[in-house]
């Protein structure tokens, strides 16, 4: 039994040490970056989130290879996987408020996940 729950704990340690190090990435990402990256994580295409952001396809491929890089990851399916464990509730409310204001179309600032 004793096994057991020291596998369970070592577990759990390594899943809190995994998110902390996704957190610890996510706030070392640009604010446009931050953008972006939520935008994928809710399913968004390229094209999509250019249209989103006024910005070009390229610009959002360019975001995309350093968010990628940031987390050391290799395509967007796994950043989505990455970023499943944050919690973007508070984050993505307050961006939705200043993107959809007519006169306000910046970057959130301050915002966490």
Do not use: C, Y
């Amino acid at each position: 039994m004793g096994a057991v729950v020291n596998d369970l704990l070592q577990f759990a340690l390594a899943e809190r040490r995994e998110a902390h190090a996704t957190l610890t990435t996510w706030q070392e990402l640009t604010a446009r970056e931050r953008e972006v990256a939520v935008l994928i994580w809710l399913g968004m295409t390229n094209a999509e989130i250019a249209g989103r952001l006024v910005l070009s396809p390229n610009t959002i491929k360019t975001h995309i290879r350093h968010i990628l890089a940031k987390f050391n990851l290799s395509s967007k399916e796994e950043l989505r996987l990455e970023l499943a464990t944050l919690d973007f509730s508070e984050w993505l409310d307050s961006w939705m408020v200043q993107t959809d204001s007519p006169t306000n179309s910046s970057s959130p600032d301050g915002a966490t996940p």
